[in-house]
């Protein structure tokens, strides 16, 4: 079985069941392994609701890890961070598609990065890494007199908030205006906030349904407002964005990378 074999970090989840779809679609592509906590044992393809696959998931996150060229992952925080720390000490490189990293989490895929090719990014789509790309132009070119908002949308379930995308657009901004996000980032407002601090970026998050995602930035000057907004329709694309991802690591030396480098924006 020749190609790049791919593993599949928390396969009983909605990602999950999209990202072995995926893998076993694209050329060139290798479904190495998969975990899941409540279905082990089970093949990945009926997990997924596919014909058999031939490969049965586990528990065994290092199984997994050891028998992968690359594994992809849209986990939690803390389990992202255990299997960055596995995946470097196996030379397998790694997709990160999980948000919400809190420090500790950020600094094992960090270190991961200086042993394996990683590639950690909030949103997987082509679409919304274009968006990235015109905010920080779109900031750069208006000055602090435009305020900048950003609203995102989510469907119930999700658990963080602003979302990972959010706070990519949000540090896309900052970085045209040559500040630092923490500097200026408001996330929540309730009450009397007083006025809009100049040069802010705020966010709001909203939550409801089933919506996938949408995400707008908002830059809203004197008489003028200009709004670039991206919303999301299916889940897959974000599949497809990880499993392209995981195609690109294979040659690519340790580092840490972004979708950016992926699509060679």
């Not at 991961?112 to 909030?122: E, F, G, S």
């Amino acid at each position: 079985m020749t190609g790049c074999r791919i593993g599949i970090m928390g396969c009983g989840g909605r990602m999950g069941k999209l990202l072995i779809a995926e893998v076993l679609a694209t050329p060139g592509a290798v479904l190495a392994g998969g975990t899941t906590s409540s279905a082990a044992g089970r093949d990945l393809g009926e997990i997924a609701g596919l014909p058999p696959a031939g490969i049965v998931g586990t528990a065994d996150a290092e199984a997994v890890i050891a028998a992968s060229d690359v594994v992809i992952d849209f986990t939690a925080p803390a389990v992202a961070a255990r299997h960055a720390i596995l995946a470097a000490s196996h030379g397998t490189a790694l997709v990160i598609g999980t948000t919400g990293l809190d420090a500790a989490a950020t600094s094992a895929i960090e270190a991961a990065a200086a042993a394996v090719a990683v590639i950690a990014a909030p949103n997987m789509s082509l679409g919304v890494n274009l968006l990235l790309g015109l905010v920080e132009q779109v900031a750069r070119r208006l000055d602090a007199g435009y305020d900048i908002e950003i609203v995102e949308t989510h469907h119930r379930h999700k658990v963080d908030a602003p979302s990972g995308t959010a706070l990519g657009l949000g540090k896309a901004a900052a970085a045209g205006r040559g500040v630092e996000l923490d500097a200026v980032a408001i996330r929540s407002r309730d009450g009397h906030t007083g006025p809009r601090p100049a040069g802010s970026i705020g966010f709001a998050a909203l939550r409801g349904g089933d919506i996938v995602g949408d995400h707008t930035v908002m830059f809203a000057g004197e008489g003028e407002r200009l709004e670039l907004t991206h919303r999301a329709g299916d889940r897959r694309i974000y599949a497809r964005g990880a499993v392209r991802a995981a195609l690109w690591t294979m040659e690519r030396p340790a580092g840490l990378y972004g979708m950016r480098d992926v699509l060679g924006l």
